[in-house]
DNA sequence: CTATTCTAATTAAACGTTTGTTTAATTTAA
DNA sequence: TTAAATTAAACAAACGTTTAATTAGAATAG
């Protein structure tokens, strides 16, 4: 039989680190957990890593590239009217943070802690780049008097918000929408329709220059 | 001069660790950095509270019991449109959330980690509970046709989800919205009325009958 | 093809701190 | 005089990290 030792161990480590990180907080995770439940000698961390911190770093840097370009892509996109483009980030944004929610869990925990600033800044740094590129896209619809003068800023914070106020407090919605907690796909199949569908009427009624101002 | 030592002593090991939590996480603080911040001996803490453990869900009951019959209240209030219960929960929650957002950002954080599943049960309860009486004002707005039909679930989620958002992603929103990240009293004095009035134009738009459908 | 060499991977054990909690003695105040 | 409050000291356990020894696997030489 293949050993399930074949796969990479630096990405064994990241991956139980991931899970441990999110579930537990990254005070809450010893390295002898995540060695554990890594099935990896305990040292390994530091020897593939140099640090916990590091593990953490390295963790971030990687999860966060995977989809960088997306948002540019869509924002340059010329065949795609303003509407089009809302409709596709809600897409985007729902599906990615609801699949991803474990790692946006870290995320968040790292962010409200002032531990590591350098991590604080990156994850700003990038958060704050792909929302100025969201800015652009309702700026352009407002030009073209389709969308009316709202709070742009607060707009994304309730596209976002909403999100992760229903992934972050799963325990929570799962009762609200009596949704069983325990079955991932049951979960992903009832929320993110859900979560599209809502999102998507309330921009058009939020955005639309027809409705009152 | 008097002394500071007056204020009970429970109540300034209280603060320190509402504080230090806020800031570093419940793992990241040590009983020795709360001891230190309160002034106070180390061992006064399990003298007081028993247990780290112990002060935290002291901590989050003592702060959660304050507010709970005034959802209660603007709920039955007959004198007050549907409309009108709306902007004045919008008021409530930014105001409340807003102030006391270490707090919130205490419980958020416990939330999300698999400690205490009794902490987390306590939470999730009483949100539930105040989720459902406001789920009540949105479902009589419908009954008399003030509001159209919505994803009340996920309408809830949007409310609460916006301000979660601007306030425990505060430095990168200080960045969006271009104000002092230091001066505790500029942020509010912009953050509170701007999330008011978008959050009131937002559920206007959103929940209007007469919009678009 | 075997023997040897060398580096990277892996391990168990130990390191010095820091952790939350307890103890036993002392001070305070009624 | 008595009980509560407060203290410094000590406790064992868990922490992140390092060490020094061993194994594995490919490269090199005969």
Redesign the pocket.
Known sequence: MTPP?KID?REQILQAAEQLFAEKGF?G?????IAHEAN????????YF?????LLESLIEQRFRISIGILEELSNDQSLSAWEKIDRLIDYYVERMVTNRRFHNIMNQEYNTDRSSEIKDLITRIKLQNLERIKGIIVDGQRQKLFRPVDIELTLGSIMGTIAQVTSLRKLYCNLLQIDNTDEASYSNVVIPRLKVHLKQLMRAHLDIKNEA
């Not at 990896?40 to 020897?47: E, G, P, Q, R």
């Open positions: 030792d161990k005070d995770t010893s390295v002898r957990d990896v000698n305990l040292a390994m961390i530091s020897y140099g640090s916990k911190e590091k």
